[in-house]
């Protein structure tokens, strides 16, 4: 086995601290501590043998088992192709600058080359036509328009940057979602209720040798309903499930928030129930066990068959008692529309209120085109867009106020118009 290349200056240890800074724009809690210790294990062990050092950073950097994959990749991408940071570059050129790139990057290889290259200044190659001594360059300063926090809110979950998607997932386990409580049939104790209760009214009365000396009253009780969540890990939408699941997350572990309890299941090509694996105080420990279960993420697509398993398997087990139903799903299905229809009024049928969120919306010039969004639409209650962490602050409002419908309206009248 090839030892790793070496840096032309022999800096090893100031290669290992930004390789340590990788890790951490990756995830890993990694701190000055760990960087020291790395480099002493290195000077005792050595760097003889790729193995050898693999394994050392290894032993100082990792701590937990869902931290191994984040740093094989990571040490493979770094370690392995001495010019992998200029290769990577290329893929962060800015658009402004004039540069034609030969392909564009994918939002997985931007947030990767953004980690290893935090800290690195590496020179832009000159373009043509560059600006001249004689021409002026115009400078705008958008500091002052708006806040980070504010600009983050609405950016889209697929344009994030690693570092932004770092901070998304924390604002998104602030995020609560209430709900207000449904009254109930069953009548509770209430000394303002309207009606009296007779039975406790005998009752005091006989403890006080039955005389009536004051009138129980009681009112309908009130109680909390719960949340299923139908999220869609296809292909086209595994990028906003992910962050979608760290809020679903956050939800089902904030305590006193008013869900009486929170079912979670994501569907491809197949269903799967992912709500005892939320119950896990860890969120990546959380969600690598759901993507474990889930073998069919980031494949293809069959929501009518999906959602027919879960109207025949679960809709009994989890939509009683008036349930709030969340399906986040761009709609793209190529199953027979018809049966997609079917099911997802048997859906809606079964649930007390059916709020579907999808990414598409987040377009000006979106309409029901596809046959999939046709079928589903008449069915749901309100329909919103789910591409940044503005949508889902918004489902507050879709979920407290019976009335709220989204884009549904507007959507339908497009239907009907043509």
């Known amino acids: 086995m090839q030892d790793p290349a070496l840096p032309e200056d022999g800096k090893l ?53 869902e931290q191994r994959a984040v740093f094989e990749q990571v040490f493979r991408l770094y370690w392995r192709d001495p010019q992998f940071l200029e290769q990577m570059m290329t893929l962060l050129l800015p658009a402004l600058r004039g540069v034609q790139e030969e392909r564009l990057a994918d ?24 600006l001249r001594e004689e021409e002026t360059e115009i400078e705008i300063d958008a500091t002052a328009t708006m806040s980070h926090e504010e600009r983050l809110k609405t950016l889209d979950f697929e344009q994030m940057s690693m570092s932004e998607m770092a ?63 139908l999220c869609d890990i296809s292909g086209s939408m595994s990028q906003y499930s992910r962050l979608v699941l760290h809020f679903v ?62 109207n025949r398997d679960w809709s009994r087990r989890v939509l009683g008692q008036g349930a709030v139903v969340l399906l986040i799903t761009d709609g793209l299905d190529r199953d027979d529309s018809g049966a997609l229809a079917a099911e997802m009024e048997r859906l809606h049928l079964s649930c007390r209120r059916l709020i579907w969120l999808n990414p598409l919306l987040r377009w000006e010039g979106f309409a029901p085109r596809a046959m999939g969004i046709r079928a589903m639409l008449p069915h749901v209650d309100s329909f919103r867009a789910g591409h940044s962490i503005a949508s889902i602050e918004a489902l507050g409002a879709a979920i407290s106020e019976a009335g709220d419908s989204g884009e549904k309206a507007r959507l339908m009248a497009m239907i009907g118009a043509e």
């Open 167 to 229: 901070e998304a997932r924390r604002m998104l386990a602030r995020l609560a979602l209430p709900v207000r409580p449904l009254v109930t049939r069953r009548m509770v104790a209430d000394l303002a209720g309207r009606r009296i209760d007779g039975r406790r009214t005998l009752r005091a009365a006989l403890r006080q040798g039955g005389e009536v000396t004051r009138l129980m009253r009681r009112a309908p009780g009130e109680r909390w309903p719960n949340l299923v969540v």
């Open 249 to 310: 997350h956050a939800v089902a572990n904030r305590k006193g928030q008013g869900w009486a309890r929170v079912h979670a299941f994501t569907f491809g090509t197949r269903l799967t129930n992912i709500t005892r694996h939320l119950k896990n105080r860890d969120v990546d420990a959380a969600l690598k066990a759901a993507g474990a279960e889930a073998q069919d993420w980031s494949g293809g697509t069959r929501i009518g068959a999906c959602l027919r398993a879960f």
């Open 107 to 130: 939002a997985a290889e931007k947030r990767a080359a953004e980690a290893l290259l935090d800290g690195r200044e590496v020179d832009l190659p000159e373009r043509e036509g560059a």
């Open 13 to 65: 240890a100031h290669n290992i601290a930004h390789f340590a800074r990788a890790l951490r724009r990756a995830g890993l809690p990694i701190g000055p501590g760990r960087v020291i210790d790395a480099i002493r294990a290195v000077e005792a062990a050595g760097f003889t043998e790729k193995v050898d050092f693999f394994w050392t950073l290894h032993a100082c950097f990792v701590s937990r088992p």
